[in-house]
């Protein structure tokens, strides 16, 4: 088995454990724990908090440490995290335990790109190919994890579903240990380059948007249109087996970074604007097909793209920087969608509207950070 499909291994088996809950933490937090949607807010504001120290400390970690020994550390520390949060009934402690999940999987996100970024070095299109398969992996996870874990959370509930998602979440331990090791540069400051920073604003941008697939659909679908969060997961389920079936195929095609990106980003915003007029499940299970159209493309080009502007010997710290912009912007997204619905749950033509207004501004702002991009040509066939 070649690295990749191993890291794609890994992916799959964490996509699995964390799909399981993480569409229904600030579900959860709303309705079983009884926090209004404002403390909520805040709780994905203090992610985002969280997410810039660990990025960074992940960054150097895995420069320092080496990738996989940075991969070993958050899976065990984050998996213990969500099995003590549920043994313990108190809102405050199992928020904050969630939260330092948040922080080790953080650090797992830079080593898992790092390393990456070590096996496919200066070759842009084998960078999309190969995010492109690691996306394959995670999407295997994300396809019955949520529907898996709605069913739970329905049966079981919230505690038990934290319980079984940390005990799956520690089985790509395993696989980890046939990974070979990269290290960076031990020292702890390091630069970014302009190209990297100006990318990093619409990435922030439109991670905003993607962040939606999860609290902020299955809070309105839920509320407003009253599906059931079953009927919410096999929406999930759709979107990950689609990635399953056709991010491959499709990945193969993006080498058009300039083209494909911009147009990903307003198949997004016309996708979660068309969510203010759905009625029914049958019109939802097509709009979450575009949303996912619009993730295929998006998802593993800026990945690629971000990836292809860092040096080797800094890669996990610079990696670190992009993780922090995509973590705030997936962490404010869901934020500003809790704040929005205090205000317009019910007009979800506005709601919908400025939350859209992301995935156009963002198609605006990468077709110009890219007009000069000349990424490195494929010498893998």
Known sequence: MDNINKIALIGAFRALGGSLIWPFIGYALYTVYKLPLTVVSLFYLLQGVIG?????????????????????????????S??????????ILVSTLILAQTFFNDIYFVASTSIVGDIFEDDLDSL??????????????????????GYIFQTLGFNKLLLIAGFIALIPIYFVRLLPEFRG????????????????????????LMSQLGFGLITFYTTVTHFTV???SFLFMINGMMIVVLQDYIGKMLSNVR?????????????????????????????????????????PLVQAVATSFTEKRQRGKQIGVFGIFTSLGRVFGSSLASYLMTFFLYSPIVLWGLLSSLGFLSAILFFLALRTFKPAQSQVR
């Open 259 to 299: 083209k494909f990106l911009p147009l990903g980003c307003i198949i997004y915003g016309v996708s979660y604007f068309a969510v203010a007029f759905i009625t029914n499940f049958s019109e939802a299970a097509v709009d979450i097909i575009f949303i996912t159209l619009a993730e295929i493309i998006v998802s």
């Open 52 to 80: 810039l120290g660990a990025y960074y400390v992940g960054g150097i970690l895995t420069d320092t440490l080496g990738r996989r020994k940075g991969m070993y550390l958050a899976i065990t520390m984050a998996s213990i």
């Open 230 to 232: 079953v009927q919410v």
């Open 82 to 91: 969500i099995m003590m949060a549920s043994q313990i009934a108190s809102a």
């Open 185 to 208: 540069g031990v020292e702890v400051s390091f630069t970014v380059s302009k190209k990297l920073l100006k990318f990093l604003i619409p990435s922030a941008l439109i991670f905003m």
């Open 128 to 149: 999309i190919r190969a995010f492109s398969r690691q996306r394959v992996g995670i999407n295997a996870g994300w396809a019955i994890g949520p529907l898996v874990g």
